[in-house]
Structure formats: C-alpha cells, structure tokens
C-alpha cells in the first residue's frame, strides 16, 4: 500500500483551510491530517501530529507563519514548511528561509503545482518562483558564517555541493554518485558543518552566493 504524504494546513481564513483540503485530498496519496487556524496551534500541533509537509500562511493572528517556522523548525526540522501567501513580500520570505522553510508559493498557484511542490519539498529541494530566489540570495547575509572557500572541501564534497545546489535530493546524490543515501547524509552534515548552516535550504543559498 502506497505510504501517504501527511500535510498539514495552517491559514486564519476557514476558506483557505477548506479549499486547499479539499484540493489536496483529490490526490490518492496526500493524506491532510490537521486544519490550524492560527501560529501558535501550528507550533503546538505539529509536534503531536508529525506532518510530512506544512502549508503555512504568513499573516496570522496570535504568531505568524514566519515565527511559527522558527518555532516547529527548532523542535522538529524533518518537518518540511511550505509558505503560502497573497503577498509578495520579500521581508517575511526572507526571514521564514533563515528559518529553514522549503519554499514560497502565492495562493493562486494552482492546484497541480502546489501538489508537485509538495512532492518537491519532500525530495529536499527548494520551491521558489519566478526571480525570488536572487531577491533572496541578495538580502540574505551570510557575516556571521565562517570564512571559507572551495579549498575547504575534499573533491567528493564538492561533488555533492553541486549536485545540491541543482537540487538534487539525496537519492538523486547517491544515484549519480555511486553512493549509499547514508553516505550522502553523512557528507552532508560534515558540509553543513563546515560552513555552519543548520538545514538544506540555507546550505544551498549559501554556495550559491559564493557562485556555485
């Protein structure tokens, strides 16, 4: 039996809640587990029900999508956040990636988009629209990083270093290198060490702002 991917939605608006449900559920193998109206139930909630993915809305009462990330990030970073928004807002977009979300999509994507950004966010790549990436790459800072250049990795983790930044997921490094997906994980914490970034999405904007 095929294993479903558990999502969990978190908008104020009951509308948004119930539309993106009743989207997603058409789907044989997206399974949504929680409706949340609000940030600080999603930080309660996704401890208790472990979803694969979050679609998370920015403006919300109580803590917004950008804290809430921060929040089940911390506590749970196998969790993979999806930020959904009317607004094209750089600042809030920019804060919930430092946080460790997957991506950015505006509402009015549609449905066959949302659902392979699901399916992306799973394989360990990153989602963003149109120019946003660069908008990102620019604004983020990257003072309080170690300073390092290529010389600071052997030639295998250069391999994968730019297998991620194309966006491989982890199978797909393992695949084209010969190599287990446990040795892939293993290099991939030693890289994320050295460059001192916590999660995958930091990790491939920090080498590409050094031109990877």
């Known amino acids: 039996m095929m294993e479903k991917i558990k999502v969990m939605i978190v908008d104020d608006q009951t509308i948004i809640r119930d539309g993106l ?5 058409a789907k044989a193998d997206i399974d949504v587990i929680g409706l949340i109206e609000n940030g600080e139930k999603a930080c309660k909630f996704a401890s208790s029900l472990k979803p694969d993915v979050i679609l998370m809305d920015i403006r919300m009462p109580l803590l917004n999508g950008v804290e809430a990330t921060k929040c089940i990030k911390k506590e749970n970073p196998e969790i993979k ?22 991506g950015y999509l505006l509402k009015d994507i549609r449905s066959e988009k949302l659902y392979e950004a699901i399916k992306d966010s799973i394989s360990d790549n990153i989602i963003l629209p149109g ?17 390092i250049d ?63």
């Open 131 to 147: 120019n946003i990436a660069l908008k990102i790459i620019s604004n983020l800072s990257y003072e309080e990083k170690k300073h």
């Open 81 to 102: 956040i999806i930020i959904l928004t009317t607004f094209d807002d750089d600042a809030y977009i920019i804060e919930a990636m430092r946080y460790g979300a997957s």
């Open 21 to 25: 449900k009743s989207l997603l559920e």
């Open 150 to 212: 290529l010389s600071d990795f052997s030639k295998r983790e250069i391999d994968i270093i730019n297998l991620l930044v194309l966006g491989k997921s982890n199978t797909e490094i393992a695949d084209t290198l010969y190599l287990t997906v446990g040795t892939v994980k293993n290099y991939l914490s030693q890289i994320y060490s050295k460059i001192d970034c916590l999660d995958r999405t930091n990790a491939i904007l920090y080498f590409k702002k050094l031109g990877l």
